[in-house]
């Protein structure tokens, strides 16, 4: 790389030490220690030694005693029917267990109930797309087992498959989409388009694209007797149980789910997939432990994928930019049996002020796997065509990219007539600006330009719901004054364990050394699926209650007790420091935790506590906003996360090679539980956003509907080379309804206008308009 572009690299500017960080060193750098590793501050990850030294165990990595492995075997074709399958030769082969097919599968109560799309296979001869799942093979070894599964003999009735959108846009439907409504409308589009001054009237496409975390699926299931024990890659314990109880009708305090490090999500760990009921199967006929992982390659067939969209955007307005109406028609694709939909419209029908909206989306179905979440769903994709034609707009306007979208300034989310919880987009775009240097931006195209390299700066709006679920958490005092919370979420790799401690460290007023988190296992207190940014605002929410609770209880224990120095000492008086507390205004007056445990003879003291959503969030919804909010009540709210997304970047005038160099992003997202996780989470949204952009896309041959590029040597993704330094702004924001804690998640918003920004700094260097992703060198020449 450094051969190819060396001008880039120079050009880049020199690494230099994190603002954000610096400023918050200094902010805790004369506070006392503990305070040092409060809620905020910039803590090092608790479980990054046990990551780095390979101490942390995947799902995959467990053992069970007499373990036997199971490999997945998968239909070579997308349409048709199993005609006849000769299985003899694997079941003879050398240390084969077992061979599951259609036709020998155990009935089990409820087989299709995860809402994975798809029925769990195995229950017909139907193929509904390539890489479903057609046998699998049980031995006392892998390599066993993958040989026996080469042996089996398939005979298919073939159909053509349908697999491209385009084709199929006639049998497009609406779909059902439970509280998320396909269509958002006000006022009236049609009447107020045709009659403004300037309009923006295009096609935005976005691929098919596949998660790809770095630890794949796998599942180890063992049964005893009617008790089931999984450890599954998931990003919801709770879930997963509840749906394996669910279908092998098993009581939920039956099955155990544990998974206690998660190798990335991203949204196809959300929900269960059929491989982890299988290997549940495969458990039970082979009567002992089964381990089953997916392949690098069966992550492309096995665990859904963002869909493919077809956005057709119209943006009309007056002369000064003032939109007057919008439209926003999304047709993307679902499998032959699932429904799934992304809310690729939410960014049109709230982002901007517009009296006259037209949101809507349609399905194809086609012979694919079941889509499914995947990095802000619906708010990815759609924010790539609408900040894109925003773009297009302030281009056919002549005003100013960020200029436009004050012009357009959402002062309540219009979708729903509510007011914004919290809503700091301005200072996000004012302090991006400042940052980046977007006044020294020439806003002719191709104005730019360094050598042989044209330069383009290019600026997007992000935003992201705000969602906070119900959930609970335990907190435990020991008598040698040590915490443990336990909690049933999990940690997708994002800090999770790192701010729970951080928050009960400082509810409990004990240095974070002190506390210890036990996350990933479903007999854990109940916390919801990590996914739609909740766990940080729900899960912490519910372990600030949890801590806050047991301080409580301690606290009248000291003054509740004669012999104690704090007998009589009124509780609000009393204030906490590093394991002991003491009176406020006689601070001489102080008990150790362990003194006042020991005083009681009792060996733990624990609390269990919830949090939950009030009166202001009437509703939630999964992933997406669009329809979050229908109820209507003085006292609802909007809630979410915003940001601005500024891109330099530089193309080769010749061969049309992009290279980012230099990323703002400035984000107000309530309450900053750990800068530095924090500031990583939106870092790693804009990588994702750069492979979205410019490389992630899954390719299918039309032919035989199969994925063709699956592994991640043709699936690109973002590598060190390819990411730029990227700078965080946070901008300082209070919200007392978004959450108890007050804080917004982070998951998922880095990635939102992350490619439109990128985009629109395409046009910026070239004049060239790329409406489809991902925008490669091809699309310029
Ligand atoms: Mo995320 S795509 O909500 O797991």
Known sequence: MDDLFPDVLSAAPAQRADPVLVAAAEAVAGAPPEARKNVGAPMDRVDGRLKVTGGARYAAEFSAPRLAHGVLLQSTIASGRIRDLDTAAAERAPGVIAVITHRNIPAMPRPSVPPAGESLPLLSPEIHYSGQNVAVVIAETFEQAEHAAALIRIDYVVQKPAVILDEHLGDAFVPNTGNRPAASKRGDFAAAAASAPVKVAQTYRTPIEHHNPMEPHGTVATWSGSKLTVYDATQGVGNTAQNLAEQFGLLPEDVHVIDPFVGGGFGCKGQSWPHTALTAVAAKVAGRPVRLSLTRRQMFSSNGHRPQTRQANVLAAANDGKLVALQHQAHAHTSRNDEFMEP??????????????????????????????????????????????????????????????????????????????????????????????????????????????????????????????????????????????????????????????????????????????????????????????????????????????????????????????????????????????????????????????????????????????????????????????????????????????????????????????????????????????????????????????????????????????????????????????????????????????????????????????????????????????????????
């Open 344 to 781: 690729t419209g939410a960014p049109a029908s709230l982002l901007y002020s517009c009296a006259n909206v037209d949101v809507g989306h349609r399905l194809v179905r086609l012979n694919t796997g079941s889509p499914t979440y995947m990095r802000a769903p619906g708010e990815s994709s759609g924010s790539f065509g609408l900040e894109t034609a925003m773009d297009e707009l302030a281009v056919a306007a002549a005003i100013d990219p960020i200029e436009l979208r004050l012009r357009n300034y959402a002062e309540i989310d219009e979708s729903s007539g509510h007011r914004w919880s919290s809503k700091s987009l301005r200072e996000c775009y004012a302090r991006g600006a400042e940052l980046f240097g977007w006044s020294r931006r020439d806003p002719r195209p191709r104005s730019m330009r360094e050598g042989r390299w044209a330069i383009g700066m290019g600026m997007a709006t992000a935003a992201y719901p705000a969602n906070f679920r119900p959930a609970s958490a335990k907190a435990l005092m020991y008598a040698d004054g040590h915490i443990e919370i336990r909690c049933g979420t999990q940690d997708l790799g994002t800090g999770t364990y790192t701010i729970l401690t951080q928050i009960a460290a400082e509810e409990l007023k004990v240095d974070p050394s002190k506390v210890r988190v036990m996350l990933g296992d479903s007999r854990l207190p109940n916390a919801p699926t990590s996914g739609g940014s909740c766990s940080a605002t729900s899960a912490g929410s519910a372990v600030q209650a949890a801590a806050r609770a047991l301080r409580m209880r301690v606290t009248q224990y000291a003054s509740g007790d004669e012999a104690s120095p704090l007998w009589n000492v009124k509780v609000s008086d009393i204030d906490g420091r590093d394991g002991w507390l003491f009176s406020k205004q006689d601070p001489s007056k102080a008990v150790a935790y362990t003194e006042i445990l020991a005083r009681y003879g009792k060996s733990v003291v624990e609390q269990e506590a919830g949090a939950k959503p009030g009166i202001e969030r009437e509703t939630s919804a999964e992933g997406g906003s669009e329809g979050a909010e229908k109820k209507s009540s003085d006292s609802a709210r909007s809630m979410h996360g915003f940001g601005a997304q500024f891109c330099e970047l530089r193309v080769d005038a010749d061969l049309g090679t992009i290279r980012v160099v230099r990323w703002v992003g400035a984000f107000a997202l309530g309450k900053q539980l750990n800068v530095k996780t924090l500031r990583s989470q939106l870092q790693g949204g804009v990588v994702w956003g750069i492979g979205m952009a410019l490389q992630e896309e899954s390719l299918i041959d039309p032919r035989h509907g199969r994925f063709v590029n699956t592994n991640l040597a043709e699936y690109h993704v973002p590598v060190n080379a390819d990411v730029p330094p990227i700078e965080i702004a946070l901008i300082d924001e209070q919200d007392s309804l978004v959450s108890p804690l007050g804080a917004k998640g982070a998951g998922e918003i880095g990635i939102t206008g992350a490619a439109a920004a990128i985009g629109n700094a395409v046009y910026h260097a070239t004049g060239k308009r790329v409406r489809e992703l991902p925008i490669t060198l091809d699309k310029l020449l």
